[in-house]
């Protein structure tokens, strides 16, 4: 099993920045995919990003060029750079990993006020 666990959320005004983690219970090397997605009051949850265990990265349209997947082997975590955040990036913010399973963290709320 794998244990993740995300912080780094809060309020921020539109137009700044947040990073958010996720820490592993396993060394990342061992997982195949870790992923970032979202959930909006009302709205599915949806898949922002992804890293690989062999540090390929894909976004989604939405966030490139804003958004920044970054891993640190050394303290088994993930991390998540936001920038330039608008209203419509208000979410939770989950951390899932593929491995011997699929495992998802509880969620960090992120708000951007406008």
């Known amino acids: 099993q794998v244990q993740l666990v995300e912080s780094g959320g809060g309020l921020v005004q539109a137009g700044g920045s947040l990073r958010l983690s996720c820490a592993a219970s396993?060394?990342?090397?061992?997982?195949?995919?870790i992923h970032w997605y979202r959930q909006a009051p009302g709205k599915q949850r949806e898949l922002v990003t992804t890293t690989t265990s062999g540090g390929s990265t894909d976004y989604a349209d939405s966030v490139k060029g804003r958004f920044t997947i970054s891993r640190d082997s050394a303290k088994n975590t993930v991390y998540l750079q936001m920038n330039s955040l608008q209203p419509e990036d208000t979410a939770i913010y989950y951390c899932?990993?593929?491995?011997?399973?699929?495992?998802w963290g509880r969620g960090t709320q992120v708000t951007v006020s406008s």
């Open positions: 899932a990993a593929q491995r011997d399973g699929f495992y």
């Open positions: 396993k060394s990342i090397f061992s997982i195949s995919f």
